[in-house]
């Protein structure tokens, strides 16, 4: 397959072959980490940016999200890039409720999610959910706000809901309960945690984990 051709730009050419995806879950996806996946849940899809080069490569694609409106979205995309592919995998949902069964994915994506925890007990709801219906061995990918390297800006650096110095309101886990959890759940980090800061405004934090077999 050739992306790049004498005359397009690339940007325009990655943009046909990978759509508006996260930069991060790109990034593991030139790592080879969902190589071996057939199955991959994007749980808080919204209209499914991160879908299209599964959708596109032939994977077992489903997408859960709360907005009716998005999951309309990616019912309509999923069916142009993969027509094989059922209207039902794409579903109206709570991410802490998933209407799979468990060790169900062979990778689950949450990117831009988490923070909308409204509570450290709702974080914990939504992140124990995707990882019941992930498979031991299967990729979790979460991207996700944290006060990582904001600490001196914010009041306090335990977990909890923020007014971020960009105006959002988020809520945001710090590097020690994303640890913590790591060994709770009895995952291993699929490589080490590491977060942009976007100068000092807000912390976008990559957290991939591998299920132990
Ligand atoms: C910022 S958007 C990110 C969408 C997509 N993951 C992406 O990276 O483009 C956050 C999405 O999460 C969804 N969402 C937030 N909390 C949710 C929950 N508890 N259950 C289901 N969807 C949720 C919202 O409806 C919204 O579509």
């Keep these: 397959m050739t992306i790049f051709s004498a005359g397009s730009p690339p940007s325009a050419a990655l943009r046909a072959a990978v759509g508006e995806i996260d930069i991060y879950l790109f990034d593991q996806l030139l790592k080879g980490a969902f190589d071996s996946a057939r199955s991959v849940l994007d749980a808080g899809c919204g209209s499914g940016r991160n879908l299209v080069p599964f959708l596109r490569g032939g994977y ?12 309309a979205r990616v019912r309509r995309m999923a069916a142009e890039l993969a027509p094989a592919l059922h209207a039902d995998n794409f579903q109206v949902g709570e991410v802490d409720a998933l209407p799979y069964g468990d060790e ?13 925890a409204s509570d450290e007990r709702e974080f914990d709801a939504m992140l124990n959910e995707m990882w019941r219906v992930l498979r031991p061995g299967g990729l979790f990918f979460a991207r996700l706000a944290t006060s990582i390297g904001l600490e001196s800006r914010l009041p306090s ?27 709770s759940l009895g995952a291993t980090l699929a490589e080490p945690i ?20």
């Design 194 to 213: 590491k977060t942009t800061n976007v100068q000092n405004l807000r912390a976008m934090t990559t957290w991939c984990l591998r299920k132990r077999t």
């Design 157 to 183: 650096s335990s977990p909890g809901r923020y007014r971020l110095p960009d105006g959002s309101e988020r809520f945001l886990m710090d590097e020690a309960g994303l640890l913590e959890r790591t060994e």
């Design 60 to 71: 077992e694609v489903f997408g859960v999200d709360r907005d009716e409106r998005a999951i």
């Design 104 to 116: 169900r994915m062979d990778a689950v994506i949450s990117s831009a999610v988490l923070h909308f």
